[in-house]
Each structure stands twice: as C-alpha cells, then as structure tokens.
C-alpha cells in the first residue's frame, strides 16, 4: 500500500519560514518522482517543486523553497522561507512511481499518489 502523510502546515507572517514533511509507506527511490503541489482557493492545484536525482522549482518559489529526502526516514520536506500571502493555499505531496524526465513543474496530473494535504497560511 503507497501511504504519503503531510505534517508541518500552520499560519506564519509574510517573510517568514515552515518546514513541511511527507511520511511515505515506502522506500522513496530516485526512480521516482516526488514533489509538493499548492491548491489555492479557487485555482487549479500546482507543482511547486519536485525531485527524483535533482531537485526543481517552479517560478514562482525558486530560490525560496528547497525540496529535500530523508530516505533512511522515508520522508519527503519542503522547507519554505520568505513566504508571501500569495503561497496561502493547501500543499499536498505526491509520488508517481517513475523517474520525472522531462516533465513540467507545476504539472499535477502524473502523479498516482497523493497525501491528504496541509493547510499553509501566509499573513501580510
């Protein structure tokens, strides 16, 4: 059974930092694809950030968030600074049992498993 549980959302001001984590069922490869996606209120869920051998960011949070493993603890982070009201939004993690090639960041429709998902909330 493939299981991902997010941890570590909460509400912060503008400019400050969270860490999230992802628990996984299983032995996280790097022949998979992992990543963090955001669903605002009323916009389509996104890509943020992913991760197989290398890691890559969309746009919109390159150079402020940082996705890492922790393979001997099974758990996929994001660790998030300079953090902006626009960042508010419910951030799920995500595996497809494939490496990421040449896909899209914010490309959310390959993913097979998803975690329930984190409130974030970002204050001005």
């Known amino acids: 059974q493939v299981h991902l549980v997010e941890s570590g959302g909460g509400s912060v001001q503008a400019g400050g930092s969270l860490g999230l984590s992802c628990a996984a069922s299983?032995?996280?490869?790097?022949?998979?694809?992992m990543g963090w996606f955001r669903q605002a209120p009323g916009k389509e869920r996104e890509g943020v950030a992913i991760i197989d051998i290398i890691p890559r960011y969309a746009d919109s949070v390159e150079g402020r968030f940082t996705i890492s493993k922790d393979t001997a603890k099974k758990t996929l982070l994001l660790q998030m600074n300079s953090l902006q009201p626009e960042d508010t939004a419910v951030y799920y993690c995500?595996?497809?049992?494939?490496?990421?090639?040449?896909?899209?960041?914010?490309?959310?429709?390959?993913?097979?498993?998803w975690g329930q998902g984190t409130q974030v909330t970002v204050s001005s």
């Open positions: 299983f032995y996280i490869s790097d022949g998979y694809c």
């Open positions: 995500a595996v497809d049992l494939r490496d990421c090639g040449s896909r899209r960041v914010e490309a959310a429709l390959e993913y097979e498993y």
